[in-house]
Structure formats: structure tokens, C-alpha cells
């Protein structure tokens, strides 16, 4: 008897363990969903954006990154988001930026709502996008930006190292 | 060498031989039961306790070491990863087979030694069916759940030193550590490896019991040989599945 109840009890706990490690641990409730419907986005440079980064409106995650994709024609990328339904109706106006959480987090994309009557559908595209601010770029900006003001003629402007990207 | 690859092959008859015998017959459940008693609900102390101490020291290394780049709120994080990933189904299978695999290797040599396996043969009970099978089903079975609670009690304990004496705020923990760790990839694939080093482990346990020299000496160094060779199975295994999914 005693043996029947130990290996129960040990059963149990295993089992007990192992689901409140799946919900105190792991991020099941974020998987757990209701419906969600499809939308496009293209942005010329993603950054660092990886499948499954969070899609917030105002702050709150209301879906994730589905799928990234280049066209090859055009040389976008083509990201692809699962937006909840909790989220309600975007308006066709939507625009879609790609920003960092934090100073140096990762990236997320970030829609802010627009004013018009008409709604997206699924698998519809986000017209108005931004693409991902890349550091580079910035401290590119900085350097050979000061070969356009009046003190650059002064000094000689710095030797460019690389060519400057669009 | 050439003794070496004809162990090999050895241990890989034999355990051909307990999977063919793996059909349950009468009595074949009492037996289940009483080995998972033996090997798996008495091996519950010791993984506790060390799944406690393993998140306790963690976290308190981690902290450290984090806080040095002002990451500290990342403990959750790293605490999650390392466990499900490499820690939980490692540590918990050498402290499985410090326990229960000596145990089981030490039983089935000492059943050799004094002539019980022969005593079974002789009686048309098929040995291997009758002592090894029950032995290998319950380490299977009993280390992924070994597993879970040796992962659950490590997360308690680095909760207790983070948030009780670290001071760090309980939110950022499991926030850090519910947003790191994945269901699919870290988690499952934790109960993946334990399954696999559960079995592993059984086969050599079981088979260096079973093989062991019917002496004394024989049966002590069946059970050092399953111990070490058991413990490098995981480690060298440890890497390969590791390699393999990541």
C-alpha cells in the first residue's frame, strides 16, 4: 500500500511540476491566442527585427512578426504580422514603424492608428511604414553632415571610409 | 580496443534484448511499480534538495556577475535558459544516476551473485524480463519527471535568493524568465533529453548489474563502472542532443 502511494504521489508531483513550470515559466500565456487575421507591411531596412517580435499598439502587444520575406523585384522587406483580434479594427490609414524597446533592445513594430473609415483586412498591407533607424546610418549622418555647414570650410571634412548608405 | 567494441556491441544486444521483451505481461505492472517506488519516488529527496541549492548558488552568481553590467533584471532570463536548456536535464540525470543508477546496477549484481538470475533461468522466467525490463521502464519514466521537479525547485530557489535576500524585484524575475523561455524549444526539448538520458542511463546501469563477474569485487565494480560510464554517457550525450537541436 505504502508503495502504491508513494509512486502515485510521486506521479503527481511530477505532473504538478511540470505544469506550473509550463505556465510560472515559459511564455505559454502569450502563445495562448484567440483569433488573429494577417497583414502586410514593407519597410526598406528591418534592422534587427526577428520572427516572433512583439507588435504593440500604444504600448500593449497585440500580435507578432508572422514572416519576413524579400521581394526580389522591388528589394523591400515584406513582414508579415498576426494581429489579434482583441485588437479591433485599423483603419487603412494605419502606419507601421519599427522601433528598439529600450535603448539597445530588441526590435519591435510599433502601429499607430490612422483616421479613416475603411478597415483593414486580412492579408491586406500597411501603406504608411518606417523603417528601422539603423545606428550606422546615424553616426554616418553625423559625420558627413558637418561637411554641409559653414565651419566644414574651415578644416578639411573627414576622409569618408565607407560609402554612405541611402 | 577490440574488448572495447565487442562491449559496445554487447550493450547494444542488450538492449535489443529488453526492447523485444518490452510487451507487458501478468505481473509485469507490480513489478513497474515497485521499481518506479524504488528508483524514481525515492530519488525525489535528493533532486529536490539539489534543484534548491542549483537556483540558490545561480542566482547568486548570476547576480554578481549581471549586475556588474547593470543587467540584473536578466536573471530571470538567465536563470530559465541555462536550466531548461542545459542544467535541469544534466544535473538531474547524474544526480539520477549517482542514486539510482549505482542502485540498480549494485541489485541486479548482486541477484548474479548469488545465483537469483540463474534461480530465474532455471525456472523458465526469462531474467532479462522479469529484473531488467521493470529497472529500464522506471528510469524512463521516472527522469523527465525527476527532471520537472529538479527544474522546479531550482526556479523556487533562485526566486528566493533574487527577490528575499538580493532584493530584486519579483516582477522583473518572472517577467524576464516567462519572456526568455520557450514552450516549444526550451521546454519540451528539457523533457526530450531527460527522456533520452533516462533511458541511456538504465541501459548501462542495468547492463553492467546484469553482466557483472558473479563476486564481490565484480559486483563493486559493476557499480563504480555504471556510475562513471553513465556520467560521461550524459555529458557526451548532452552535447550531441545539444548540437542537434540548437
Known amino acids: 500500500m505504502k508503495l502504491e502511494i508513494g509512486v502515485g504521489a510521486f506521479i503527481v508531483l511530477g505532473f504538478a511540476c511540470a505544469l506550473a513550470l509550463a505556465f510560472a515559466s515559459t511564455d505559454a500565456r502569450g502563445r495562448l491566442g484567440g483569433e488573429s487575421y494577417r497583414l502586410n507591411a514593407r519597410s526598406s531596412n528591418l534592422g534587427e527585427l526577428k520572427l516572433r517580435a512583439p507588435v504593440k499598439i500604444a504600448g500593449v502587444k497585440i500580435g507578432e512578426v508572422a514572416a519576413i520575406t524579400l521581394d526580389p523585384v522591388a528589394h523591400d522587406a515584406v513582414v508579415t504580422l498576426n494581429i489579434s483580434r482583441v485588437a479591433g479594427d485599423l483603419s487603412s490609414d494605419s502606419s507601421a514603424s519599427i522601433f528598439t524597446a529600450g535603448l539597445l533592445g530588441e526590435r519591435y513594430v510599433a502601429i499607430a492608428p490612422g483616421g479613416d473609415v475603411d478597415a483593414l483586412a486580412d492579408g491586406d498591407e500597411i501603406i504608411y511604414t518606417q523603417s528601422a533607424i539603423v545606428l550606422e546610418n546615424l553616426i554616418g549622418k553625423y559625420m558627413f553632415g558637418n561637411a554641409k555647414s559653414p565651419d566644414a570650410a574651415a578644416k578639411p571634412a573627414p576622409a569618408p571610409a565607407t560609402p554612405e548608405e541611402k | ?24 505481461q501478468r505481473g509485469s505492472f507490480a513489478d513497474l511499480m515497485r521499481q518506479l517506488y524504488v528508483v524514481g519516488a525515492r530519488s525525489v529527496p535528493i533532486v529536490a534538495f539539489g534543484g534548491a541549492f542549483v537556483g540558490l548558488v545561480m542566482s547568486l552568481q548570476g547576480y554578481r556577475t549581471l549586475s556588474t553590467f547593470g543587467a540584473s533584471n536578466a536573471l530571470g532570463t538567465l536563470l530559465g535558459l541555462s536550466l531548461y536548456r542545459e542544467l535541469g536535464p544534466v544535473l538531474a540525470a547524474l544526480l539520477f544516476c549517482g542514486r539510482a543508477g549505482s542502485s540498480m546496477a549494485a541489485e541486479l549484481g548482486l541477484m548474479r551473485t548469488t ?5 530465474l533461468a532455471m525456472m523458465a522466467i526469462d531474467p532479462v524480463r522479469k529484473a531488467v525490463v521493470p529497472r529500464f521502464l522506471a528510469g524512463v519514466i521516472a527522469m523527465p519527471i525527476l527532471t520537472a521537479v529538479f527544474c522546479a525547485f531550482a526556479i523556487l530557489g533562485g526566486y528566493v535568493q533574487a527577490v528575499w535576500v538580493l532584493g530584486l524585484d519579483p516582477g522583473h524575475y518572472w517577467s524576464a524568465l516567462q519572456g526568455s523561455v520557450s514552450l516549444g524549444e526550451d521546454y519540451a526539448q528539457a523533457f526530450v533529453k531527460s527522456a533520452v538520458f533516462g533511458a541511456v542511463l538504465s541501459l548501462i546501469s542495468t547492463y553492467a548489474g546484469y553482466h557483472a563477474p558473479p563476486t564481490i569485487e565484480g559486483t563493486s565494480r559493476a557499480t563504480t563502472d555504471a556510475v562513471v560510464q553513465g556520467s560521461l554517457m550524459i555529458l557526451f550525450l548532452d552535447f550531441l542532443l545539444s548540437a542537434l537541436f540548437y
Open chain 2, 115 to 119: 545465483d537469483q538470475i540463474t534461480a
Open chain 2, 1 to 24: 580496443m577490440r574488448e572495447s567494441i565487442a562491449n559496445l556491441g554487447r550493450l547494444g544486444l542488450f538492449g535489443l534484448q529488453i526492447l523485444a521483451n518490452l510487451t507487458p
